[in-house]
């Protein structure tokens, strides 16, 4: 596949042409917030919390290259996808690029997976292949913020995320939303300052914050501390946490036993269905994941 990677395109600047998860590739994303950062700036990242990418983004924790089945997996099949989006829509012209900068905000940087010439109305479009094991029944948001930062930054109108979720072709137009765009501008600006000025990101709930603040305090002396009225905050979540447990425990089990031998649950509300819970096999007995 051809590479289309102009000096300058639109609003942006070119930055590099480094393969992805190559060191070079990861030397450039210290520089900036790429578009697979923008959702963790704005708590859309259900794996990573924008706590954890501050302490990666200040070399506190190593920022390591992900190498999951999942990840390798969704590489390999990213150019075959590529080829059958452009075998739907032949008189359109497939290119890889580069990595871009944005001239007025040098820290927003854009590596999407492809651009899509349009003769016929003389404009671009932004491609991001996408690939999930389940059908999905709307897109994640942080996918839908990934396309809108590349969007702002390229100076593109249109988008499509296409790929296959559950074995079925998927294709998703994204048009450029200036009201989107702006906030995570500005919640981005917020994030690059507090990298610049080594000042950490508020607190947050999640698992992938706690798992960072854990890396990042190993070391532990024989002595206490008081820690006034956190603690009074700490021993009632607990406590709200072990009745909650037991709340999702029973319905879990309420749940499992209701599917029987199926392997998805779903419920209908105005007659559309919506995945409640699926189940998979760890060891010789079942595990329920409830859908968020």
Same mark, same amino acid.
């Given at each position: 596949?051809?590479?289309?990677?102009?000096?300058?395109?639109?609003?942006?600047?070119?930055?590099?042409?480094?393969?992805?998860?190559?060191?070079?590739? !990861?030397?450039?994303?210290?520089?900036?917030?790429?578009?697979?950062?923008?959702?963790?700036?704005?708590?859309?990242?259900?794996?990573?919390?924008?706590?954890?990418?501050?302490? +990666?983004?200040?070399?506190?924790?190593?920022?390591?290259?992900?190498?999951?089945?999942?990840?390798?997996?969704?590489?390999?099949?990213?150019?075959?996808?590529?080829?059958?989006?452009?075998?739907?829509?032949?008189?359109? +012209?497939?290119?890889?690029?580069?990595?871009?900068?944005?001239?007025?905000?040098?820290?927003?940087?854009?590596?999407?997976?492809?651009?899509? !010439?349009?003769?016929?109305?003389?404009?671009?479009?932004?491609?991001?292949?996408?690939?999930?094991?389940?059908?999905?029944?709307?897109?994640?948001?942080?996918?839908?913020?990934?396309?809108?930062? !590349?969007?702002?930054?390229?100076?593109?109108?249109?988008?499509?995320?296409?790929?296959?979720?559950?074995?079925?072709?998927?294709?998703?137009?994204?048009?450029?939303?200036?009201?989107?765009?702006?906030?995570?501008?500005?919640?981005?600006?917020?994030?690059?300052?507090?990298?610049?000025?080594?000042?950490?990101?508020?607190?947050?709930?999640?698992?992938?914050?706690?798992?960072?603040?854990?890396?990042?305090?190993?070391?532990?002396?024989?002595?206490?501390?008081?820690?006034?009225?956190?603690?009074?905050?700490?021993?009632?979540?607990?406590?709200?946490?072990?009745?909650?447990?037991?709340?999702?425990?029973?319905?879990?089990?309420?749940?499992?036993?209701?599917?029987?031998?199926?392997?998805?649950?779903?419920?209908?509300?105005?007659?559309?269905?919506?995945?409640?819970?699926?189940?998979?096999?760890?060891?010789?007995?079942?595990?329920?994941?409830?859908?968020?």
């Amino acid at each position: 596949m051809e590479s289309h990677t102009p000096t300058e395109f639109n609003s942006a600047i070119l930055a590099g042409t480094f393969e992805s998860n190559t060191p070079d590739w !990861y030397e450039l994303r210290k520089t900036g917030i790429g578009g697979s950062e923008i959702g963790t700036i704005c708590g859309l990242n259900p794996w990573e919390s924008a706590y954890t990418l501050w302490a +990666k983004r200040t070399e506190q924790i190593p920022d390591e290259p992900l190498n999951s089945w999942a990840v390798r997996l969704g590489q390999a099949f990213e150019q075959p996808i590529l080829d059958l989006y452009q075998e739907e829509y032949p008189g359109q +012209k497939i290119y890889r690029t580069g990595t871009y900068r944005h001239k007025d905000y040098p820290f927003m940087l854009a590596n999407p997976d492809a651009l899509a !010439y349009d003769p016929e109305t003389d404009s671009w479009v932004l491609i991001e292949v996408k690939t999930a094991r389940y059908e999905w029944n709307s897109i994640p948001p942080h996918y839908i913020a990934q396309v809108q930062h !590349y969007l702002f930054v390229l100076g593109i109108d249109t988008a499509v995320i296409c790929g296959v979720s559950g074995m079925v072709w998927m294709e998703h137009v994204i048009r450029a939303d200036k009201f989107e765009q702006d906030n995570q501008l500005l919640m981005a600006k917020r994030f690059w300052d507090k990298v610049q000025n080594f000042e950490r990101p508020e607190w947050d709930g999640s698992e992938s914050t706690y798992q960072t603040v854990r890396k990042l305090n190993t070391e532990w002396y024989d002595r206490e501390v008081d820690i006034g009225e956190m603690g009074i905050h700490v021993v009632n979540a607990q406590a709200r946490f072990d009745e909650a447990q037991a709340e999702l425990h029973k319905a879990k089990s309420a749940t499992l036993d209701a599917m029987g031998d199926a392997r998805v649950a779903y419920m209908e509300i105005d007659g559309e269905r919506h995945t409640v819970a699926t189940r998979h096999m760890r060891g010789n007995a079942p595990v329920l994941t409830v859908k968020k």
